[in-house]
């Protein structure tokens, strides 16, 4: 095998989402610290003078607390080297979080156990189901009121439509949480608080069937828990890692990531259960990175300005298959040349550390003078193959945006094209009128927040949002339709992107299928290409 292989199989790279509030940044810390990648995590709760949490890092998310950026964090543990993607659980944030899991090979997804499945994480997981990919699910903060363990699987199953195998089983919740059970090799695992989490703790583990077990769980519990297994055994799926593997059945485990009770236990079982990076689509077919030396890569997610100082911009990248070695030079097949990929790195959040290799299943940072685009593929392959584009959610609120002062005009227009091909916003121009009118239309409306925000602190532009009635946006299938002779209604309105290609704005659903109607031939997507 050689070395190439051997690192490639060693990797792992998943993403975790989940709501809002479930968790999520603090089992991504206490990964981080079972990888000895951090010595103590920081409670993401707390004053505004606390540390903040290790994967936040802009400046909004600070003041606000939320995530609203995808982070890329490496660390190894037990001989894997592991990339989490770590996703804004907030719904305005979505189509980061989409973007994130093109890159990724699994998810996990958190669920809060007193909340079971949230809006939110409906969303995202359609996403999973669309892409095929393995799903696992931790359960947290079972040390405190829970919902019935079994309405939450069901809930998971009615709401998410994928079958569920508890890996584990908890035994009570709350202040009655006294550990799990491990159903495949029959032993509780006995919960104690570690210091809050901080430092990672030794768990006692108790076979089934020791008499001891009785006292520390008490008769009520132990009987309860005995219950619930034999009403498991006969009603849970079996585990099948064909059907994981498919993205139709999800291990299951609980657990509190605040304490670190349970998340040792989830990352072995998920180490076990997950693959090395695994075979791409391309227009040359599927590349397996297994069989194809050569280096490539493509472009999920932009990022600007992530050092106030060197108002640099970073590409993300995952690679698909090969090795990379920094300042290298491979072929940038949407711009059609040669570029060479400089200052790479490998983040820590917004700590980054120089690398000069990487492989297959790696997630790295390429400083970006303006040339990169989401989608984008790089490669060293002679057959120059690119991989398939990323879709782009359809916004669904739409603005005008005017700067305050007209003599910024050059920042202002620098710095929405910017944060545009960030893929935060999507920009259009009202149709014959060019870049005098800019409309921006945003997923969720937060966005709108961080647009202002940022093109206040990153390029010292002020502007003004006048709220559109618009909510549906297609795009003309037929890039080379003539927007004049589009007979419309009367709340519809006629844009383009920044790529010229033309669109359809509309107020009311009705008005696309008349719209339709009125135009023989005509063919709207509800999707656009990066």
Not at 78 to 105: K, V
Not at 130 to 141: A, E, L, Y
Not at 284 to 313: C, L, T, W, Y
Request: overall charge negative; proline content about 3%; hydrophobic content about 40%.
């Amino acid at each position: 095998m050689s070395v190439i292989t051997n690192e490639i199989k060693k990797r792992r790279t998943f993403a975790i989402i989940s709501h809002p509030d479930a968790g999520k940044t603090t089992l991504t810390e206490k990964f981080l610290l079972y990888g000895g990648a951090i010595n103590q995590a920081g409670s993401v709760k707390g004053k505004a003078t606390a540390r903040h949490a290790v994967s936040d890092w802009m400046e909004i998310e600070k003041e606000r607390g939320i995530s609203v950026t995808s982070s890329v964090l490496q660390f190894n543990y037990d001989g894997y080297c592991i990339n989490i993607l770590d996703t804004p659980g907030h719904q305005d944030f979505s189509e980061d979080t989409y973007r994130t899991l093109m890159a990724a090979d699994s998810a996990v997804m958190v669920i809060d156990a007193s909340k079971g499945v949230e809006a939110q994480t409906r969303k995202l997981f359609k996403v999973c189901v669309m892409r095929h990919i393995p799903i696992f699910t931790f359960i947290n903060k079972m040390d405190r009121e829970a919902k019935d363990t079994f309405e939450l699987l069901d809930d998971i199953e009615k709401e998410l439509g994928i079958a569920t195998c508890p890996v584990n089983w908890p035994i009570g919740s709350g202040k009655e949480f006294k550990g799990v059970y491990d159903r495949n090799n029959e032993v509780v695992e006995l919960f104690s608080d570690t210091k809050k989490g901080t430092t990672t703790g030794e768990v006692r583990v108790v076979d089934a069937n020791d008499p001891e077990l009785d006292w520390i769980l008490g008769t009520e519990a132990k009987v309860t828990l005995e219950e619930e297994i034999e009403l498991l055994d006969g009603a849970a799926a079996e585990f099948d890692q064909e059907m994981v593997d498919k993205g139709e059945l999800s291990p299951v485990f609980f657990g509190s990531a605040l304490t670190n009770f349970g998340v040792e236990t989830f990352l072995r079982h998920f180490l076990a259960m997950t693959s090395s990076p695994l075979p791409r689509k391309s227009d040359h077919g599927m590349i397996d990175p297994m069989e194809e030396n050569d280096f490539s890569a493509f472009v999920f997610k932009i990022q600007a300005n992530m050092n106030k100082a060197h108002r640099d911009r970073i590409a993300f990248m995952r690679i698909c298959s090969g090795e990379f070695n920094a300042g290298m030079s491979a072929y940038h097949v949407q711009g059609g040349k040669e570029v060479r990929l400089s200052q790479p790195q490998q983040m820590m959040a917004s700590e980054r550390k120089m690398i000069e290799k990487a492989y297959g299943g790696d997630i790295i940072g390429i400083f970006d003078p303006g040339i990169f685009s989401i989608g984008d593929t790089i490669t060293t392959s002679k057959d120059k193959i690119a991989y398939e584009g990323i879709p782009t959610f359809a916004p669904e609120h739409f603005a005008r945006v005017r700067q305050v002062d007209t003599m910024k005009r050059k920042q202002f227009v620098k710095g929405i094209n910017q944060i545009a091909q960030e893929g935060a916003i999507q920009i259009f121009q009202e149709y014959n009128t060019g870049m005098e009118e800019i409309i921006v239309g945003v997923v969720g409306v937060l966005q709108f927040d961080v647009l202002k925000y940022r093109l206040k602190n990153e390029y010292n532009v002020d502007i003004l949002l006048e709220n559109l009635p618009y909510e549906y946006i297609r795009w003309i299938e037929d890039t080379k339709t003539d927007l004049d002779k589009i007979t419309g209604t009367s709340d519809m309105k006629k844009i383009k992107d920044l790529k010229g290609r033309p669109l359809l704005l509309f107020a009311h659903e009705w008005s696309i299928r008349m719209t339709m109607e009125r135009n023989e031939g005509l063919q709207l997507s509800e999707f656009g290409r990066s």
